[in-house]
């Protein structure tokens, strides 16, 4: 079964609205889980490291304020995607690391904007 | 310099036969290695990683590691059509961390 659970697996918005994303460690605790995103035919892209407990660490070009990234406890990560618009479609995927060689991805969460 | 780079493909193999996919990185800081498989639509889902150079084997997959050539390969033994599939090399950024930096992928194919 999985051990990186993510909800919802689909949804849809519309454009402006904001929408959540969660992630959640199954029967092991991660203090970081991670966020990636990827677009139809390309590779998964790291957007940002979710820390529990403090603020989240983002690559180069990932706003901040547009992605918010919330690690309230040690099993529970979400990604808010703010005032979304049709060019943030896309498949959002979370991992944690039950150790450094051993991390799984979620199942994923396929935004449309509409 | 991509930092993880691999042959888009897409790479067809006849069932039964040997499927190799390649990988190259960039930074000879990076610790661990991964191979993953994604289906269309689909999460990945973790194969095997490696982290000493040489070879490692797991059932009909088998990784293989060169840190002086800055290179780590999958072979697929007996190559099934279920094995059809992009699969995504991935290395850990700065050094032993759980952040991996994903190569494009290698989509396979496999004929029955």
């Known amino acids: 079964g999985a051990v990186v659970s993510q909800h919802p697996s689909r949804v849809i918005c519309k454009s402006g609205t904001s929408v959540k994303i969660e992630c959640r460690s199954l029967?092991?605790?991660?203090?970081?889980m991670f966020w990636y995103r990827q677009f139809p035919k390309q590779s998964l892209m790291l957007m940002a490291t979710?820390?529990?407990?403090?603020?989240?660490?983002?690559e180069q070009g990932v706003e901040k304020d547009k992605f918010l990234i919330n690690h309230a406890s040690l099993t529970l990560s979400t990604l808010t995607v703010t005032s979304a618009h049709p060019e943030d479609s896309s498949f959002y995927i979370c991992?944690?690391?039950?150790?450094?060689?051993?991390?799984?991805f979620g199942e994923g969460s396929w935004l449309t904007v509409v | 310099q991509k930092e993880v780079e691999q042959n888009s493909g897409p790479l067809s193999v006849p069932e039964g036969a040997i499927a190799s996919l390649n990988c190259t990185y960039s930074?000879?800081?990076?610790?661990?290695f991964f191979w993953y498989r994604q289906y269309s639509g689909k999460s990945p889902e973790l194969i095997m990683f490696?982290?000493?150079?040489g070879d490692k084997e797991d059932g009909r997959f088998t990784a293989q590691l060169n840190k002086a050539s800055q290179y780590v390969s999958l072979l697929i033994r007996d190559s099934q059509p279920s094995d059809s599939a992009t699969y995504l090399c991935?290395?850990?950024?700065?050094?032993?961390?759980?952040?991996?930096?994903f190569g494009k992928g290698t989509k396979l194919t496999v004929n029955p």
């Open positions: 991992s944690a690391g039950v150790s450094k060689n051993t991390i799984y």
């Open positions: 029967d092991f605790q991660a203090t970081t």
């Open positions: 991935a290395v850990n950024k700065q050094g032993g961390s759980e952040k991996l930096v």
């Open positions: 979710s820390n529990e407990g403090s603020k989240a660490t983002y």
């Open positions: 930074d000879r800081g990076s610790q661990s």
């Open positions: 490696i982290y000493s150079n």
